[in-house]
């Protein structure tokens, strides 16, 4: 089968030749490089950093897991961009396979094949990071000059083309009397396609891949890809690279460098420090690793919605996030996902004739999801990550009854926004739930229904946490700069070092926060 493409985009990659672009496939096992700084990663904080790090003239050296893949590429196939761009093929999920994870698995990471949905970290997140944490520098003023610079470097800024999937939500929220507001995205001359997450094939969505990556590229960094860094070398009380394998053949190769900055996320960043046995006295790495647990909601509407069209997400109300305090019960933010056929058919929960007669109205379908604030109370403290026999990484999270509390709640929200929004009818994201005709019955269903694992479908594309910012080496990983508490010439710059989740999508916040703390490591690396 011929699949469509999107002709007269620019493939960068392909018009610049002379980049030290490598396939780690098509190294030898001899293979040495040698590097000022290694970043293993290329998501948002390894973008970032290596942006920075070679504009400053070092020799930096990216690593990333996945494959190499670019305009050229992404085609609006959920098959194909599962299998390519995703980690474990769009499969991955915590060890009980209770709750999903969408992660990506490319060069960009995650910023290739999120929603775009770009938002400053919430004041009282960074508030609480310093009152119980002792994180010091973050704060909202300093934090605002490194916001506005990644926001105009990466064209963030409220989309006002809401799509029918999005209005509903504006339109249930304005009958209630509940704020809503546009979702800033990071894009420049958007088509308005709806298929973000499967890599933008107008090279409108300004991702790691298309941005930072090729900026450090012009300043002579290495990028390496189908690398799998294997565990991080020291030499003496500082680190000195990493033993790398290529994903495809049997070669490892070393990397030496001045300085190693990982970049690899809140699983297979913490995975790769516990493979590599790190100093680690108070073993916190991998402790209070955090996701925004995210449950959801389908409505069907007379009118067409077509969900699959359009920004993926411009539409959010923060009216439930912080109303009761930010230690009281889980607060949440609620937001649109788009509707593509393969990622509804697994949420919608069924089968059979009843499940294909639910599929054949997608046109018709509107859903709402709900980002569950994690981390602010004692029964939120998030879950571990820990290596299987193979090494492999794993997120052992345990849901306590105070979120199954924020869930139930969450539903409750979702399903009276959907009916005041005009649905015909609205269904839970539910084993056990069917399709309710009005909020009464809604209601009488919610409380008839179990909140326990396996009934409700959770997933999350929001990781954080793992290795904790903290002053304080006996409750965190690294410091406020970022720095490994127990050895020396290692940063970890990446959503992984939150000490809770931050109440909303993360990519910018860790675009500002890699841009903070790469430009000191440069300072100090001069030095």
Same mark, same amino acid.
């Given at each position: ?37 290694? $970043? ?32 050229? %590429? ?240 411009? $539409? ?34 069924? %089968? ?52 199954? %509390?924020? $869930? ?49 479908? $959770? ?69």
């Amino acid at each position: 089968m011929t699949l469509p493409t999107i002709t007269g985009i620019k493939d960068i990659y392909a018009e610049n030749p002379d980049w030290l672009v490598t396939d780690a496939n098509t190294l030898t096992p001899d293979t040495k490089i040698d590097a000022d700084v290694l $970043i293993i990663g290329s998501g948002a904080g390894g973008g970032i950093s290596a942006g920075i790090l070679s504009q400053a003239g070092f020799k930096v050296v990216i690593l990333e897991e996945g494959p190499l893949k670019t305009v050229s %590429d992404f085609r609006m196939q959920e098959n194909q961009a599962y299998h390519d761009l995703y980690q474990e093929a769009g499969a991955r999920m915590t060890k009980d396979q209770t709750i999903s994870l969408l992660q990506g698995r490319c060069v960009g990471g995650t910023t290739v094949i999120n929603w775009t949905s770009a938002f400053r970290t919430p004041q009282k997140t960074l508030e609480y990071w310093a009152s119980e944490f002792g994180v010091k520098g973050l704060d909202e003023a300093a934090l605002a000059p490194w916001f506005e610079k990644i926001e105009e470097q990466l064209g963030i800024s409220p989309w006002l083309l809401a799509n029918a999937n999005n209005n509903a939500l504006q339109q249930g929220c304005e009958k209630l009397g509940i704020e809503a507001e546009p979702i800033p995205r990071n894009v420049k001359g958007c088509w308005n396609l709806g298929y973000c997450g499967m890599g933008c094939p107008t090279n409108a969505k300004q991702s790691m891949l298309i941005t930072t990556i090729p900026d450090a590229l012009n300043h002579g960094a290495q990028l390496i890809f189908n690398a799998r860094a294997e565990t991080l070398t020291s030499d003496g009380n500082k680190a000195a690279g990493a033993k790398v394998h290529a994903t495809a053949a049997s070669n490892t190769f070393t990397i030496t460098a001045r300085h190693t900055i990982v970049a690899a996320g809140a699983i297979n960043g913490p995975g790769l420090l516990l493979r590599s046995q790190l100093p680690d006295p108070h073993t916190r790495i991998g402790k209070r690793t955090f996701i925004h647990p995210t449950p959801f909601s389908f409505a069907q509407f007379d009118e067409t919605i077509a969900p699959y069209y359009g920004a993926p997400q411009s $539409i959010y109300t923060d009216h439930f996030i912080w109303k009761q305090g930010v230690s009281g019960p889980m607060g949440y933010k609620l937001e649109v996902p788009p509707l593509h056929p393969g990622f509804t058919a697994a949420l919608l929960c069924g %089968d059979g004739q009843a499940h294909y007669e639910a599929m054949s109205q997608l046109p018709h379908l509107q859903s709402v999801l709900a980002l569950l604030r994690d981390g602010f109370h004692p029964q939120s403290q998030g879950g571990n990550v820990e290596l299987s026999d193979e090494g492999t990484p794993l997120l052992d999270y345990s849901i306590t009854d105070y979120i199954w %509390d924020g $869930i139930k709640r969450a539903h409750r929200s979702m399903a009276e926004i959907q009916f005041a929004a005009g649905a015909k009818r609205v269904k839970l994201a539910h084993a056990n739930a069917s399709w309710q005709s009005s909020f009464a019955d809604m209601l009488k269903e919610i409380e008839q229904l179990t909140y326990r694992e396996y009934d409700v479908l $959770i997933g999350s594309a929001h990781l954080m946490g793992g290795c904790g910012m903290g002053e304080d080496p006996t409750t965190s990983v690294v410091n406020s700069d970022c720095r490994y508490h127990h050895l020396d010439q290692l940063s970890v710059i990446d959503g992984s070092v939150f000490p809770t989740s931050i109440g909303t999508n993360p990519q910018l916040s860790i675009y500002a926060l890699a841009a903070k703390q790469a430009t000191k490591l440069a300072q100090q690396l001069r030095s």
